[in-house]
C-alpha cells in the first residue's frame, strides 16, 4: 500500500491551500484517514481523522478553518485549508489505517511522504 500525497506549497496569511492523499495498493477498505503536520522542533499533531463513515475529527488548532473529507470509491483523502497562519507552516503528513486484500482482520498503518506547506505572514 502506497500513500502519495500532493497539493503543499508557499502562500500568503488568510490564504487557502487543497492537499490531497491517494491510496493505492492491495486495499480491501480503510476504516480511517487522516492528516498530520510536524512543525520544525515540535511534535508531529493532529489535524484531521476522517472514518469511512461518520464524523471527522479535528485538531483545535484547526477547527473552523480546514475541511477534511474523502472519497471512498477512489481511496483519496482531501484537506481544504482557509485562512492559513503563519503557524500553520509544517511538512503535513496523510495517515491511513487499511485492512488489506490479504489479511483482513487485521489493520496497518500506512503514512505517505509529507507535503511542505508554508505560509507567509
Known amino acids: 500500500v502506497q500513500l502519495q500525497a500532493s497539493g503543499g506549497g508557499l502562500v500568503q496569511a488568510g490564504g487557502s491551500l487543497r492537499l490531497s492523499c491517494a491510496a493505492s495498493?492491495?486495499?480491501?477498505?480503510?476504516?480511517?484517514m487522516g492528516w498530520y503536520r510536524q512543525a520544525p522542533g515540535k511534535e508531529r499533531e493532529l489535524v484531521a481523522s476522517?472514518?469511512?463513515?461518520?464524523?471527522?475529527n479535528y485538531g483545535d488548532s484547526v477547527k473552523g478553518r480546514f475541511t477534511a473529507s474523502r472519497d471512498n470509491a477512489k481511496n483519496t483523502l482531501y484537506l481544504e485549508m482557509n485562512s492559513l497562519k503563519p503557524e500553520d507552516t509544517a511538512v503535513y503528513y496523510c495517515n491511513a489505517n487499511v485492512r488489506e486484500i490479504s489479511t483482513r482482520s487485521r489493520v496497518n498503518i500506512y503514512w505517505g511522504q509529507g507535503t511542505q506547506v508554508t505560509v507567509s505572514s
Open positions: 495498493g492491495s486495499i480491501f477498505s480503510i476504516p480511517f
Open positions: 476522517v472514518p469511512s463513515v461518520g464524523s471527522t
